[in-house]
């Protein structure tokens, strides 16, 4: 048990270990000035001149959210008829069938918004053409797009006074061939080298230790796994995503996925410091997105390691702690860390059942989920961060009694409006659609069309209720991960959380794009003996006050109603 601890830290330290120069690289990347990369830029010129964008072209916060948009919404549309006519195109050795058109649309909206919910079951439920030109290639550009609305941040925060954001089209480009593809081509070559098929070919055969004979699939998987980490997409190619033995071969692999998952967000920190010139703000954010992050860690380790208190109560010893839904190449404690790192991120890949875990625990990653903060999303971890920051800052003001200031712009009236718009509003799709479909469960089993919801729950009482509760955490927060006892392919499910995914995904975008675009807007005031400092271990205290209360006062009742409920339970 030792030696798998010592394993969990040595993961995180090598990340961040890699996660600064990585921050320094992107951030040269951005400015335009030279790296190892300036080979791609003939590929960029070539992409730029077909498309008929001019990417030196400066856009203000509206321009640069309608360029994000609109293509997004292209995307959709292409990703739902390429889904839907699926077993109509080449590339289908399985002979998998088209998705239904519910299910494509949440399909097409999870992939596209980071997310990466699967309603369907990994190689049995797509092509190898869908996997590739559909799947892959929203990991790509939905990491892409959040990458680049941050950079837009970057910039309205850097300079005193401005209208400029930068270019959406420039920023999402070099994205995806500076940063994205290099990495992923790394990862990639890791896993296939490890044993991750790479092939076009069809199923295989093949004896279990048991002596079973069983046709599993195969296909180009290395690709897709290394971006779906890198970008914290995290949907699988196989159904048990990285719980399945072609997935994550090893623990080398294991090693490799975890830290993928969780280098860019806390690169992006980093870069947020050189870019801005502000590297102890930046040292605050991640001190207390860390501080939470160990101790989320910390908890599921000591609860997973520590065995099933149902168990325990019988008497019987459990060395190996919880292993019930986990791997036992990586262990508990391996798991545990996992759990934690794809939900502090957006993440959602798995290499244990999350429905396996122990109450605490799993009450710990939706809690994780809830806060969306902790590194965060590619890109979008900072711009939710950064919503937090503004409450914090407008409350210190209040608490001083002076007009709210953050990096020389005054934090006025609609800013603080749009901050508690997004603030409350996950709270309400959370809440408010785990409510309704409680009530569906509860009174209305037999309605047809929503494939009767009362064989949603392979698990009655509190551990049903937090099932479902997962369910919507994981869409509001484009995560994608979920406690798997749930029944979710119907067209209630993929309608409703279709719905928590779009609003999830953008309005946490808009929001604080919005916000950085009206503070630029604004007249510098320089630094006075009475300015609120944002880079002191004070602020970053009172910005980790802002998050627990926040959270606490948010969500404490529906937790209370699951994973609380079910622990004290088993008692």
């Known amino acids: 048990m030792t030696g798998e601890i010592l394993g969990v830290i040595i993961m995180f330290l090598l990340t961040v ?3 600064y120069p990585l921050g320094k690289y992107m951030v040269k990347v951005f400015k335009g000035e030279k790296t190892f990369t300036d080979f791609m830029n003939p590929l960029e010129r070539f992409i730029f001149k077909i498309s008929g964008i001019n990417p030196n072209e400066s856009m203000n916060w509206k321009q640069f959210l309608k360029a994000m948009l609109t293509i997004n919404m292209l995307w959709l549309v292409y990703a739902m008829l390429m889904l839907v006519f699926q077993d109509k195109l080449p590339l289908n050795p399985d002979g998998n069938a088209g998705q239904t058109p519910d299910l494509a649309f949440n399909t097409a909206i999870s992939f596209l ?29 939905s990491a892409a797009t959040g990458i680049a609305c941050l950079v837009a941040l970057f910039n309205g925060l850097k300079e005193k006074t401005t209208n400029n954001l930068g270019n959406f089209w420039n920023y999402l480009v070099k994205s995806t061939t500076r940063i994205l593809l290099p990495l992923s081509i790394v990862v990639a070559t890791i896993l296939a080298f490890n044993g991750t098929p790479t092939s076009y070919d069809g199923k295989d055969s093949m004896v279990t ?85 160990v101790i989320f860690c910390s908890i599921n380790i000591y609860y997973e390691t520590r065995g099933n208190p149902a168990i325990d109560q019988l008497g019987i010893a459990q060395t190996a702690g919880s292993m019930e839904g986990k791997e036992v190449r990586f262990g508990a404690a391996a798991t545990a860390l996992w759990s934690v790192a794809t939900t502090s991120t957006s993440n959602g890949s798995v290499n244990g059942m999350h429905d396996s875990l122990t109450p605490i625990s799993g009450g710990v990653v939706i809690l994780d989920m809830m806060i969306n903060a902790l590194y965060g999303g590619v890109g979008v971890g900072l ?100 406690f798997e006892g749930l029944g979710d392919n119907s ?47 004070t602020f970053g205290a009172m910005t980790l006050a802002v998050i627990v209360i926040i959270t606490a006062l948010s969500y404490l009742p529906p937790l209370a109603l699951g994973p609380l409920a079910e622990y004290f339970s088993l008692y």
């Open 17 to 19: 270990v890699l996660a």
């Open 113 to 141: 918004v980071n997310c990466n919910l699967q309603h369907y079951s990994g190689e049995s439920g797509l092509t190898y053409l869908t996997q590739l030109f559909v799947i892959t290639f929203l990991q790509f550009l």
């Open 209 to 293: 230790l048991q002596g079973d004979s069983v046709q599993v699939s195969r296909g180009p998987a290395a690709g897709m796994i290394a971006i779906k980490q890198l970008g914290t997409n995290g949907g699988g190619w196989f159904g048990v995503n990285s719980a399945h033995p072609l997935e994550n071969p090893n623990y080398l692999t294991n090693a490799v996925e975890t830290v993928s998952i969780i280098l860019i967000p806390i690169a992006l920190v980093f870069a947020l410091g050189f870019y801005l010139k502000r590297k102890k703000l930046a040292y605050i954010i991640f001190g207390v997105m860390t501080f939470l992050f």
């Open 383 to 482: 711009l939710n961060y950064f919503i937090f920051i503004i409450v914090a800052v407008f409350i210190s003001g209040l608490m001083v009694g002076r007009t709210p200031e953050f990096m020389g712009h005054k934090v006025e009236a609609r800013e603080v409006k749009i901050a508690a718009l997004v603030t409350l509003l996950s709270a309400f799709l959370i809440k408010g659609f785990t409510a309704l479909a409680a009530y569906f469960v509860a009174h209305h089993p037999e309605m047809a069309w929503a494939v009767k919801p009362g064989a949603w729950l392979n698990n009655p009482s509190y551990h049903g209720f937090s099932e479902m509760l997962y369910e919507y955490t994981s869409a509001n927060a484009n995560n994608g991960s979920g």
């Open 491 to 537: 067209i209630f499910w993929n309608v409703t959380t279709g719905i928590v995914l779009i609003l999830g995904r953008y309005l946490p975008i808009v929001g604080p794009i919005a916000i950085i675009g009206l503070l630029a807007n604004k007249k510098y005031i320089p630094e006075s003996p009475g300015t609120l400092r944002t880079d002191s271990i």
